[in-house]
C-alpha cells in the first residue's frame, strides 16, 4: 500500500533550517508537517545499518539543529505519509470481510524513547487507530511492526482523494 516505502525516490533537496508551519515533501509520497520552533534539519541518510541488511538502503533524517534540543510547548513535528482511497479498496475496509495488513519499517533516536503514531481515515466515518513503536534503545536500529485490524466501519470512496493519512511523530509540544 505504502509506495516508495524503502524512501530510494527522492527528488527534491534536504530541508536546512525547517522551521516553518507546513507541509514539506522529503521523498515522493513522503512529507513533514507540522511547526517548530527550533531549527531542523531534515535530510536524506544512505545504507542505514541493519536496515541495508534488509534491503533498505535509504531513509529519512530529523536533527534537531537550533539552540533550543528541546520541544516548544506547541512543536509538533510529524512524518506523513497518505494513501488514497482507490488503494485501499481491496481491504474490503467497511465490509464484514475487512481484512487486517501488517505495517513495518525501521527507525532509530538518538534519545531512549517511546514514538506515536496514528492512522486517520477522513473518508466516509472519520476514525482513527494509534499505536507505539515501544521503547526504542538510543542510537539502535530497531525494526517496528503493528497488525492493523480489518475494520467494517469504515468507507473509502474508490477515487484518487485521500483514504488516510498515516502520520508518526517526532516531537511534540505539551500543549
Not at 77 to 100: C, N, P
Not at 156 to 167: I, R, V, Y
Amino acid at each position: 500500500k505504502i509506495i516508495n516505502g524503502a524512501a530510494t525516490i527522492r527528488q527534491r533537496p534536504a530541508l536546512t533550517g525547517w522551521n516553518n508551519d507546513g507541509k514539506t515533501f522529503v521523498h515522493d509520497r513522503w512529507a513533514i508537517s507540522g511547526g517548530v520552533s527550533s531549527a531542523t534539519d531534515i535530510d536524506v541518510i544512505d545504507s542505514p545499518s541493519p536496515p541495508l541488511e534488509q534491503g533498505f538502503n535509504s531513509g529519512i533524517q530529523i536533527k534537531t539543529t537550533g539552540s533550543t534540543q528541546t520541544p516548544g510547548t506547541n512543536d509538533e513535528l510529524l512524518l506523513r505519509y497518505a494513501i488514497e482511497g482507490q488503494d485501499v479498496q481491496d481491504l474490503k475496509f467497511g465490509t464484514s470481510s475487512a481484512e487486517a495488513l501488517t505495517l513495518s519499517f525501521w527507525c532509530k533516536s538518538s534519545v531512549a524513547q517511546n514514538f506515536y503514531a496514528n492512522i486517520r481515515t477522513p473518508d466516509g466515518s472519520s476514525q482513527q487507530y494509534s499505536f507505539e513503536t515501544g521503547s526504542l534503545t538510543a542510537d539502535t536500529w530497531t525494526k517496528v511492526t503493528k497488525t492493523i485490524p480489518g475494520n467494517s466501519n469504515l468507507t473509502f470512496d474508490n477515487n484518487a482523494e485521500l483514504g488516510w493519512n498515516m502520520d508518526i511523530t517526532m516531537f511534540m509540544g505539551t500543549a
